[in-house]
C-alpha cells in the first residue's frame, strides 16, 4: 500500500486557519485521498476524502496538489475542539480490502 | 441511528489468559473491521469482516481471532494474552468495503 508523510505536530492559535501537510508521492491513479482525526480518548472519526479535485465539506477543505503527490488538509478556524492527531491515508476503493493504513499522523495543538 | 459501540470499555487480564471484545456496528453495516492501537502509535489493522467472511488480515498471529454475526455484530479474541497486547481496540463499521468508516470508542485492554 502507498504510504503517506505527515509532520509529528503542529500547534495553532483559537480562531486562525490551519494547513496540515501531506506527501503521498506513490500514490497509484486509483488511490483516494482520505483524512481522520482522533480526538482525546476517542476513536478516529472520518473529515474528509478526495480524488483529484478539491473538496469542502462542514468540516474542513482539502486542497490536493495538480499531481496528486501531496495534499493539504485545511481548517478555516481552529477551535479548541479541533486539537487532535490528524492522519491522512491513502485508500483504494477498488481494492479487495477496505481496511485503512494509518501512520503516526500530526498532532495538533489550539492555544487560545 | 446508534453509531458503533463497544464493550467493555476497561478490561484487566493477566499475561496467558483468553479475552473477548464485542461491537455492535452501526446499523446497515456489512463491513467490521478492528484495530490495535498502542499508545502513541496510530491504529494497525488486525482484521476485517465483510458478510460474516473474513476480509483481510494484518500482521497479527493466530491466537488473534474474530466473528462477525448474522446482525453484523462482532468479536474479537484473544488468546494466551502477551504484556504487548495492552493497547486500546477500536471497532469500525462501513456500508461496504469501499464507504467511509465509522469507528468505535475503543476497548482499553491491560494486560499485567
Known amino acids: 500500500d502507498a504510504k503517506t508523510t505527515q509532520p509529528n505536530s503542529m500547534e495553532s492559535n483559537e480562531e486562525e486557519p490551519v494547513h496540515l501537510p501531506c506527501n503521498h508521492s506513490t500514490i497509484s491513479g486509483t488511490d483516494y485521498i482520505h483524512w481522520y482525526r482522533q480526538l482525546p480518548s476517542q476513536g478516529p472519526e472520518y473529515v474528509i476524502h478526495?480524488?483529484?479535485s478539491n473538496v469542502n465539506n462542514r468540516m474542513a477543505s482539502l486542497a490536493i496538489a495538480e499531481d496528486r503527490k501531496s495534499s493539504t488538509l485545511i481548517l478555516h478556524r481552529a477551535t479548541l475542539r479541533d486539537a487532535a492527531v490528524y492522519y491522512c491515508i491513502l485508500r483504494d476503493p477498488g481494492g479487495s480490502q477496505g481496511n485503512l493504513i494509518f501512520g503516526k499522523g500530526t498532532k495538533l495543538s489550539v492555544k487560545p | 441511528e446508534t453509531g458503533v459501540t463497544q464493550s467493555p470499555t476497561h478490561l484487566i487480564k493477566t499475561r496467558g489468559q483468553q479475552v473477548t471484545l464485542r461491537c455492535s456496528s452501526q446499523?446497515?453495516?456489512?463491513?467490521v473491521s478492528w484495530y490495535q492501537q498502542a499508545l502513541g502509535q496510530g491504529p494497525q489493522f488486525i482484521f476485517q469482516?465483510?458478510?460474516?467472511?473474513?476480509?483481510g488480515r494484518g500482521n497479527f498471529p493466530p491466537r488473534f481471532s474474530g466473528l462477525q454475526f448474522p446482525n453484523y455484530s462482532s468479536e474479537l479474541n484473544v488468546n494466551a494474552l502477551e504484556l504487548d497486547d495492552s493497547a486500546l481496540y477500536l471497532c469500525?463499521?462501513?456500508?461496504?468495503?469501499?464507504?467511509?468508516?465509522?469507528f468505535g470508542p475503543g476497548t482499553r485492554l491491560t494486560v499485567t
Open positions: 446499523s446497515g453495516h456489512n463491513t
Open positions: 469482516y465483510y458478510r460474516e467472511e473474513e476480509n
Open positions: 478526495g480524488l483529484t
Open positions: 469500525a463499521s462501513s456500508p461496504g468495503l469501499a464507504g467511509e468508516v465509522f
